[in-house]
Every structure is written in structure tokens, then in C-alpha cells.
């Protein structure tokens, strides 16, 4: 089992940066693919980004490709999103998931932190 907390979220304007961080317990953290996902109000919960246990590998949301970042730090037992370029519909609750296989559908995975607002101004 592990827990994940995140943390970094915040209020931006468009065209901003912003970096959310996930740090999990347990000392299997590189076992599991990590995964970020967000929710808007009012709107499912979608895929933003996956990242491998490795790291090797990336997976990202169509609309996010090219100005977000995953990135995961397996001794720190930490994964990151980077948000460049930021829009305001990217305003969301984020957060990350961990799951022994790669998937873009939330119900795949097993563990979830407790999510960080994100809010993009225009």
C-alpha cells in the first residue's frame, strides 16, 4: 500500500508556471506507475500525464503535450508535474495515482492523493 500527498498548487496567471509535486510513502514507490489527473468542476475526472517506473517512459494528455512535464525521483519517492504556458482552462483539482500498470483510465488506478488546486487566471 502506499500514500500520496500533493502538494504546490496555487493560483497563476495564464502564460504561468506552476509545479505540483506527489510524495508517497512506503519504500515501493518504484514499483508503481505514477500518474497525474485533474477535475474541473462540474467535469470527469481526466488524464493528464503517466510516468513509467522507471521513468523511461512518458504518456501525455493531447492538450498538455509540449508545455507539462512528468517527472519522478524514485530515491525522493517523489513524482512531478511541470506546468509551462499555463491556460486557464487548466484549472482543476490535480492530482496523482499510483497503479502496477500503465493506464489512462482513472478507475484503474488503486491509490490517490488528496488532490491540489491549480487556478489559471486569464
Known amino acids: 500500500q502506499v500514500q500520496l500527498v500533493e502538494s504546490g498548487g496555487g493560483l497563476v496567471q495564464a502564460g504561468g508556471s506552476l509545479s505540483v509535486s506527489c510524495a508517497a510513502s512506503?519504500?515501493?514507490?518504484?514499483?508503481?506507475?505514477m500518474g497525474w489527473f485533474r477535475q474541473a468542476p462540474g467535469k470527469e475526472r481526466e488524464f493528464v500525464a503517466a510516468?513509467?517506473?522507471?521513468?523511461?517512459?512518458?504518456y501525455y494528455l493531447d492538450s498538455v503535450k509540449g508545455r507539462f512535464t512528468i517527472s519522478r525521483d524514485n530515491a525522493k519517492n517523489t513524482v512531478y508535474l511541470q506546468m509551462n504556458s499555463l491556460k486557464p482552462e487548466d484549472t482543476a483539482v490535480y492530482y496523482c495515482?499510483?497503479?502496477?500498470?500503465?493506464?489512462?483510465?482513472?478507475?484503474?488506478?488503486?491509490?490517490w492523493g488528496q488532490g491540489t488546486q491549480v487556478t489559471v487566471s486569464s
Open positions: 495515482a499510483a497503479n502496477w500498470r500503465l493506464s489512462r483510465d482513472p478507475t484503474d488506478y488503486d491509490y
Open positions: 510516468i513509467t517506473r522507471s521513468g523511461g517512459n512518458t
Open positions: 512506503g519504500r515501493t514507490f518504484s514499483s508503481y506507475v
